[in-house]
């Protein structure tokens, strides 16, 4: 069989598609086990339902003759149920160790085989097994030649596989792609509708017609509920990894760190998955480098040695939101002020919210020592850019002495976006709701200046408003004063900006920005609205980074 | 050269701009449209008129003239957009009027005078002659570089 033979790629596809997670979840499994026996805690069954997977992982390896796969998972079988008999020898850090050094290999194995490479280490690690086993008590079972039926270990397969069917993602961009047209066209039918109706168009024809655009109406959004429903994975597709990658960062750094996962069946968009693990990852190896503090350091301060961290996911009205909680030594709010005016920045109205969001600022990465120190600052601008990236928010809360939480605000799609339109000199705008505070009619005799600068009282603050039309340099003074400012808030911060027109909530189909259209800043994509115009997407992160205008 | 298989002629599009006919391959045409809606763009680079519908499609725009030191093209009745394939990207270029598509023999293009080309400028891949009219090259490639690379206003 040759390695680039079509059948035997798409056979290598299958197997990866049902190896994977379960060698992942085999790792994962083996690290959980780990602690578990280390704190002394109920296995609760663990053990046989990771040799129920291993069990299938060696059955397919077999039977795709992936050899160094088959006999690694052959040795974790082995070392399981040398581990899990009764009165077994307790692992004193050789067993569990070696199961969790196994478990890692196993995915690279897995991983490996689709490259049809070989990472190796194989039977170097089967020679430990073989050691482990002969320095323990003598192993009821075998080591390597076991035959016969296995007790408790049924072969496990995915839930449901029979009515699973494995669909080419790009596919369903191409679904989602035709379903956007099938909205702007639909919108347009619906614009094209008014114009006639508002003319008094053809007496009880016209009814028909409303009650048929209803309709369809009604049925386009099924359709797009059930297209971004097929689009969706359970986060845990993302979180899964972290264990195991946790525990190496953690092993490095010569801490301690539990990780507590919740929430894994909350479900997002492949597109944002797919961009949200390295953002996450670097969160989580931030909290263990410079948040979760050395055990030493933690039985001074009354901790457990052990330091948690808490992930964990909830949709929340079209949303997900995500909390990431260490129990180590907080924010140092002074050395984070002490750092933003060594940078120049003028922090001393600022309050405790907006002093926090400066460790997201570029320069607070690669300033000085003080925010290593501080505890922060490594990346996390890049880690904030990612976020914004994907039309979500990020958010720091400290508890000085017991930790910190980030709160990422995350859109379970990128193809839609629910906006509200706006029109400034007669140009339309789409601003996701999410960004959208509140939208205020306009009294003239509130609309203040300060330094040349309008301001005005919202909800009892003063927030800095900005004339829309300056903003997006759309040419000329308004004739007449505008209307409206919608108030626009992002990760703390407000701005009221003018505009002449509110023109409705709408569900917007998210276009990119072609790169002839360089990096425009504040438009964060286009979309295509009921009358076939373009309209920009504005990105109000970006709007509240920018200084408000003279 | 006399009789190969290698044409001899240049197929082009031609189009106005001011009161000159610029003409470009046909082979990097994929079609002209009429002008609807142009959105602007905020803050986009200065030669990026803005965005158009086509046909569900976010379609750049290019205002061509002001990469050739001329003022910005005022939308009439003859306006086009000519869609036009570059460095792998589909554009539209603004046009005031598209003139034909004719070809034009090969030994009739000449280089453009030293005298008025000026480095940073050197869009005009040459000069055809056709009976009494001129018809210059447009090097498309050279007037709408990649992405990326910095454009000189």
New interface residues.
């Given amino acids: 069989m040759r390695r680039d033979d079509g059948v035997f790629r798409e056979l290598i596809d299958d197997y990866l598609v049902e190896c994977l997670p379960l060698a992942e979840r085999v790792a994962d499994g083996f690290v959980e086990l780990e602690r578990r026996r280390r704190e002394g805690a109920s296995e609760d069954g663990l053990l046989a339902s990771l040799q129920g997977m291993l069990h299938t992982v060696k059955g397919n390896s077999a039977m795709m003759g992936l050899a160094p796969a088959q006999e690694l998972a052959h040795a974790l079988e082995d070392l399981s149920a040398l581990l899990g008999r009764d009165g077994a020898p307790e692992s004193e850090g050789g067993g569990a160790a070696l199961l969790v050094a196994g478990g890692g290999l196993l995915v690279e194995q897995v991983r490996a085989a689709a490259e049809g490479g070989d990472p190796g280490r194989t039977a170097e690690f089967v020679a430990q097994v073989h050691a482990f086993a002969a320095r323990t008590s003598e192993p009821t079972v075998p080591l390597g030649r076991r035959g016969g039926e296995r007790r408790s270990a049924p072969e496990t397969r995915p839930e449901g596989a029979a009515n699973v069917v494995r669909v080419d993602f790009r596919r369903l961009d191409a679904m989602l792609e035709v379903l956007?047209?099938g909205l702007?066209?639909h919108s347009a039918v619906v614009e094209a509708f008014r114009r006639v109706a508002r003319r008094g168009g053809a007496g009880e024809e016209i009814g028909d017609l409303d009650r048929a655009i209803v309709a369809m109406e009604k049925t386009m959004k099924r359709l797009e509920a059930v297209v971004m429903e097929t689009r969706l994975l359970p986060i845990s597709t993302v979180f899964g990894r972290f264990p195991r990658q946790l525990r190496d960062i953690a092993h490095s750094q010569r801490k301690r760190v539990r990780l507590v996962v919740s929430g894994g069946e909350t479900s997002l968009d492949k597109a944002v998955l797919d961009r949200l693990g390295e953002p996450l990852l670097h969160l989580l190896n931030n909290a263990v480098v410079h948040g979760i503090e050395d055990p030493d350091e933690r039985l001074r301060a009354g901790k457990p040695e052990e330091g948690t961290l808490e992930l964990s996911a909830a949709s929340q009205s079209g949303r997900v939101i995500i909390h990431l909680t260490d129990d180590g030594r907080g924010l140092d709010e002074t050395k984070i002020l002490a750092e933003a005016e060594s940078l120049g920045l003028d922090v001393r109205s600022a309050d405790p919210a907006r002093i926090r969001a400066l460790i997201f600022l570029p320069g607070f990465s690669t300033a000085a020592q003080v925010s290593q120190l501080a505890g922060r600052g490594v990346g996390l601008d890049v880690v904030a850019g990612s976020i914004r990236g994907l039309g979500g928010t990020i958010e720091v809360e400290s508890r000085p002495g017991r930790g910190v939480t980030f709160v990422l605000d995350l859109p379970l799609t990128l193809a839609v976006v629910r906006s509200l339109i706006v029109e400034v000199d007669r140009?339309r705008y789409a601003v996701p709701i999410s960004q959208v505070a509140e939208t205020v009619r306009t009294e003239p005799e509130a609309m203040r200046q300060i330094n040349g600068r309008g301001v005005t009282l919202w909800r009892g603050d003063l927030i800095p408003v900005s004339d829309g039309g300056a903003?997006?340099?759309?040419g000329g003074r308004p004739a007449a004063p505008r209307r409206f400012f919608v108030v626009i808030s992002s990760g703390g911060r407000r701005r009221g900006v003018l505009v002449d027109r509110l023109m409705g909530h709408q569900d917007v189909v998210v276009?990119?920005?072609?790169?002839?259209?360089?990096r425009?800043?504040?438009?964060s994509g286009?979309t295509?609205l009921g009358d076939?115009?373009?309209?920009?997407i504005l990105d109000a992160a970006r709007i509240l980074e920018r200084e408000v205008p003279a | 050269m006399s009789g190969g298989g290698f044409a001899r002629e240049l197929h082009l599009l031609t189009f106005a701009l001011d009161r000159e006919e610029y003409g470009v391959p046909v082979g990097q045409v994929r079609e002209v449209i009429r002008v609807?809606?142009i959105?602007?763009?905020?803050?986009?680079?200065a030669h990026?008129r803005?965005?158009?519908?086509l046909r569900?499609?976010?379609l750049?725009v290019?205002e061509i003239r002001t990469r050739l030191g001329l003022q910005p093209a005022a939308i009439t009745g003859r306006s086009r957009i000519v869609v036009v394939e570059v460095h792998d990207?589909v554009?539209g270029i603004l046009v005031d009027a598209v003139l034909q598509v004719t070809k034009v023999p090969l030994e009739s293009v000449t280089p453009p005078p030293a005298e008025v080309v000026s480095p940073g400028s050197d869009f005009i891949g040459g000069v055809a002659r056709a009976s009494s009219r001129l018809v210059m090259l447009l090097e498309l490639e050279k007037a709408?570089p990649p992405?990326?690379t910095e454009l000189s206003p």
Wanted: with cysteine; glycine share 14%; charged share 25%.
């Fill in positions: 956007g047209e702007i066209e140009e903003l997006l340099g759309t276009k990119g920005l072609d790169r002839t259209l360089g425009p800043e504040m438009v286009t295509i076939g115009r373009v309209a920009c | 609807s809606e959105t602007r763009v905020p803050h986009a680079p990026v803005g965005v158009t519908n569900g499609r976010i750049p290019v990207r554009l709408l992405p990326d």
